[in-house]
């Protein structure tokens, strides 16, 4: 049998192996269906977070064991998210943010029946080893559905919903506690969460590409390999961006803010009732003003990156990021240190969106939501390591030289992102391409037409005529 496959024939074999794929004039809509499903699951999530202190305070445990449940969703998490990232590019991105959103409400309903500290943890445990593929198959709905120059813009859409959801939940849930008690607050937030999985049910069709298939209708074996260390170490290099010098550094800022932030936050805490002499009302409407300026600046700033390139606008964001850190360090003024966690939410916005979508334009296509589920273990690497090392350095440091310490953090990502160096096609609209086996240069120009948005490349080199 001839193993090359003619023009007509190469075509022909890829669309049959395409899922059907949603109208261009749906693709809005399923990105704001994602949007509102953010948002809901953001608010049942985040609704009942507060509410697990006094629930270990009935079965008798503390702050350790608070903790211990904190550590184990998070470290779950870290470890799975890639893994969940890979399933999602193999087995479709729909069926990883189902199978979450039910994950979620079989949890919601274990909280509701746990009799110990020890069954809480073991549930919160069991949802971050099985929810991390969310926000990865969510981001990879995304990229298949908009075009390089507009994808952080969407990304920015999908990642305001989650904000609104971080906003409005705890106010919700403090709410439904003080009124009718715990059992009705996690009654609301399961209907929440069982209102966010319908309505994925219903409006959220499958999007990704056949793993496997590659320009000029050649196949990859993308099945996982369990043979040995050297296979499965080759399987991963095959599936992570060919600038990988460029991967690291993104890699790098993810961990880096997150690893600040969650440096200062324990202190922070402490510091505000202590030192600043603010009640809880004071401390939750600046965390809500950070939310809200977050908010705003994902719905309508996270398109600068698409028209200005991702670089400045992860430069800028950074730098508005470290606001909230000086302005802790330097002023005692409520108005102003306000101010300053208004300005780190706009910025937060900024790098945000254009980081992933940078991580996105330098992955291949098949391996988009593995990729940002190595991104999400980056991030919660930082979340993990920022309170561990707190503890050792609080003996020797105070409170302003703990936000100096943040704010130098910060500092130094933006340093080593210039200092890097990548190659201006890593962070525009020019990504690898795989073509017979050689990786070329593609400019690549919106060409929307049917069966979903493709491009036309330009190519250079041998492919030019």
Known sequence: MNAQLSHAEAQAHSSSLRPLQPRHSDHKKIILALSAIMALQMTSFVMILPLFARRFGEFGAGVEALGASVMAYALTSTLSAPIMGALADRFGRRKIVLGSLAIYIITFTGYRFAS?????????????????????????????????????????????????????????????????????????????????????????????????????????????????????????????????????????????????????????????????????????????????????????????????????????????????????????????IATAFVIAGLGNALFDPALSASILDIAPAEHHSRILGIKSTAASLGNILGPALVVLFTPFLEARGIFLAATGIVCASILFFFAAQAKPASWRNNIPSEIDGNVHQTELQPNEISQGIQYKATMTGKEKK
């Open 116 to 336: 110990s500290a020890l069954a809480f943890i073991l549930l919160r445990a069991f949802a971050g080893a099985f929810t991390a593929g969310l926000i990865p198959a969510v981001i990879g709905f995304v990229a298949d559905l908009t075009p390089t120059d507009r994808r952080a813009k969407w990304i920015g859409m999908v990642n305001g919903g989650a904000s609104v959801g971080w906003i409005a939940g705890p106010v919700l849930g403090g709410l439904l506690y003080d009124h009718w008690g715990y059992d009705v607050a996690l009654v609301v937030s399961i209907g929440m969460a069982a209102a966010a999985l319908l309505t994925a049910i219903f409006t959220i069709p499958e999007t990704s590409k056949s793993p496997g298939r590659l320009l000029g209708g050649t196949q990859r074996d993308h099945r996982f390999q369990f043979s040995g260390l050297k296979s499965s170490m080759h399987a991963l290099r095959n599936a992570l961006p060919r600038s990988l010098s460029t991967f690291v550094v993104l890699l790098a800022i993810s961990f880096a803010v997150m690893f600040a932030w969650a440096f200062i936050e324990p202190k922070f805490m402490f510091y505000a009732y202590d030192e600043l002499g603010w009640n809880s009302s004071k401390l939750g409407l600046v965390m809500s003003t950070y939310g809200i300026a977050m908010t705003f600046g994902e719905f309508f700033l996270s398109h600068l990156s698409d028209r200005l390139g991702r670089k400045p606008v992860i430069a800028c964001g950074l730098i508005f990021f470290a606001a909230q850190f000086i302005g802790l360090a330097f002023f005692q003024n409520y108005i102003l």
